[in-house]
């Protein structure tokens, strides 16, 4: 999914599909800077303190439309956001 820095509209999407692909999970949105952001949690409430916290971001830096297309090759995944 080409979410390119500063493209609200295809960040707002790749958001959008993780949030499915999470359906069932407890989480908070926020917003700073303009930028949405999502956090999940395991537990029905948000823990005061997380053991382990995994961070990863949406947007992505310009690239041509042939390295959006993933490849699979010897059993390993190829291609931006892999």
């Given amino acids: ?3 390119f820095t500063g493209n609200a ?3 707002n999407e790749a958001l ?9 999970y407890a989480y908070e949105s926020f917003e700073k800077n303009s930028i949405k952001s999502l956090l999940y949690f395991n537990t029905k409430k948000r823990p005061a303190k997380f053991k382990i916290l995994l961070n990863c971001h949406l947007d992505v830096v310009s690239g041509n ?3 959006f297309i993933p490849l699979e090759k010897n059993g390993k995944l190829y291609g931006r956001g892999a």
Avoid: D, F, Y
């Fill in 65 to 67: 439309k042939a390295q």
């Fill in 16 to 24: 959008n599909l993780a949030k499915k692909e999470l359906e069932g």
């Fill in 9 to 11: 509209i295809e960040i």
């Fill in 1 to 3: 999914m080409p979410s």
